[in-house]
């Protein structure tokens, strides 16, 4: 064992696979690392609930990481609990070439050593298959009798009866054919790896692509430092990157400075324009024309949808859209009024949500939302759960109209968008006391983890604030489309 007990870990080593930079910046400036997001955060926990419940798969191990911290004590403890054939063991360590792994769960089939690794996911993404083949790689050579490895996600046609069924809940696929044949990939990865650190000199690697595939890197505050101006050509949306790096490697880092050629969108000439002006894009004609289709009586409409990995109410799967939230508003003599409703997460109670929004509806002639996609779907839903209230909420459907049309076909276009074209983003254009930056919850994924923190919370106080939390969230939501609305009135009004 060398003293440097190991240098790569499979994180390190999925970094070196994105961008040698990266993973050097990893290795030795961790301090440069963006902060983590409250997104990211939460969908690390739902790792481990996952990853916990996927024990239950094979009950009794022991848990290396629960008897101790110290990675070099975890190694020599997976070794000693291998020599005496522990059937089952989880986070079992082991350390190759300088590069350690920790297998979820590590099985003794009396004959054969099996290792699994849980994804709280439905689907196997090219990462995980790297992730598993390094792990694989590492223990075809450190471990006699090792066999098979299987990557464990959520199956997609579970459904939740009485009880849980945690055989039925997970599936596994091997990856031993992928893993022999990315066997010297990895050996290639790993010194090259090593190599990169003895040098111990930053990889003098440009941005590009890599930068947000597969994941977005940790280091972008770092190495965007540059790239952040007000007429950066990043701020341009809905365009090929591509066409935007070979432009930022030709030193056309601002809108200013790209030559007029022929050839461009039409919607990227907009936002070129707009930035370069500092100045809004306004389409009359398009905007007079949606505002034309909203009847009379109009109200904003946001929904919010629960998601849980390991489903909770009976007869649902893995990852279902559970709606819990909506909220609405409306302008009566210039006030605006709210009307909200969240369903108690102790059941699922989708028929009383669905009452609700019909009720809450009915008065309006014509429904605005952002993003129609998801309303339409959930209500599509719910038509099919409860077909008593069908006509009633096809005619919902009906009256939905989606407000993200006007951002998405470019009939208005502000220089502050900076390529996001969601609401958040709108929350900066309408006004500065409509943004997320006071809000407990910032995101619908944020909202989604919220609301499932309700599940095992019994305290009254804490469940009353977070649903005003979530409610406020919600409404905030509604509130920018509002906002919105009347600006776009406001710009076409002579
Ligand atoms: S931001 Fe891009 S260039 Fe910088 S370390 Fe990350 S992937 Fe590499």
């Known amino acids: 064992m060398k003293t440097t007990f190991y240098s790569i870990n499979k994180t390190s080593f999925l970094k070196f696979d994105q961008c040698p930079k990266a993973f050097f910046l990893h290795k030795k400036s961790p301090q440069l690392k963006d902060p983590i997001s409250k ?60 590069t350690l792994v920790m297998v979820d769960i590590l099985n003794f089939n009396g004959k054969f050593w099996e290792a699994y690794e849980v994804k709280s996911s439905l689907k196997i993404s090219d990462v995980y298959i790297k992730d598993a083949c390094l792990q694989y790689y590492v223990l075809k050579n450190s471990l006699a009798e090792f066999n098979d ?46 190599l990169t650190l003895e040098e111990n000199k930053v990889p003098n690697l440009p941005i590009g692509k890599h930068c947000f595939s597969p994941y977005s890197c940790d280091f972008l ?90 489903p909770k109410y009976y007869n649902t799967k893995p990852f279902e859209q559970i709606p819990f939230l909506y909220s609405m508003c409306y302008e009566i003599n210039n006030e605006i009024v709210f009307e909200n409703y969240l369903k108690p997460i102790e059941s699922d109670n989708r028929e009383m949500f669905l009452k609700q929004i019909l009720l809450s509806t009915a008065k309006f002639e014509t429904i605005i939302v952002y993003d129609k996609n998801l309303e339409v779907n959930i209500l599509n839903n719910l038509k099919k759960l409860f077909p ?33 074209f969601s609401l958040k983003a709108i929350a900066e254009i309408v006004s500065e006391d409509s943004n997320y ?29 977070i649903y005003d939390q979530l409610k406020s969230y919600c409404n905030m939501d509604t509130l920018i489309s509002l906002k919105f609305f009347n600006l776009l009135k406001q710009k076409v009004k002579d």
């Open 437 to 465: 930056n006071n809000e407990a919850i910032s995101s619908g994924l944020v909202a989604m983890n919220v609301y499932e923190s309700l599940w095992n919370e019994s305290n009254p106080i804490i469940k009353e604030t």
């Open 39 to 98: 997104e990211k955060q939460m969908t690390f926990k739902r790792g481990h609930e996952v990853g916990n419940l996927a024990q239950h798969l094979f009950p009794g191990g022991i848990n290396v990481s629960l008897e101790t911290k110290n990675l070099e004590e975890a190694y020599y403890l997976t070794q000693q609990l291998i020599e005496k054939k522990q059937s089952v063991i989880y986070e079992a360590t082991f350390v190759f070439k300088q």
């Open 221 to 310: 505050g770092t190495c965007w430092e540059n790239t952040v101006h007000k007429k950066s050509i990043f701020n341009i949306g809905k365009t090929d990157r591509e066409q935007l790096f070979n432009w930022y490697n030709n030193g056309i880092t601002t809108v200013d400075k790209i030559p007029e050629q022929m050839g461009l969108h039409k919607n990227i000439q907009i936002q070129i324009e707009s930035i370069s002006k500092e100045k809004e894009y306004v389409d009359e004609t398009n905007i007079k024309n949606f505002i034309n289709s909203v009847k009379t009586q109009y109200c904003f409409l946001d929904m919010e949808v629960w998601q849980a990995a390991i």
């Open 149 to 194: 490895f299987y990557l464990v996600t959520l199956n997609a046609d579970y459904e939740l009866k009485e009880e849980l069924n945690v055989m039925e809940l997970f599936k596994k696929r091997s990856i031993r054919k992928d893993a022999e044949k990315n066997l010297i990939f990895c050996e290639s990865k790993i010194e090259k790896a090593l």
């Open 388 to 420: 008593e209230y069908s006509a009633k909420a096809q005619e919902l459907i009906f009256k939905l109209t989606d407000l993200s049309i006007i951002i998405q076909n470019f009939y208005y276009y502000h220089p502050k968008l900076k390529s996001n």
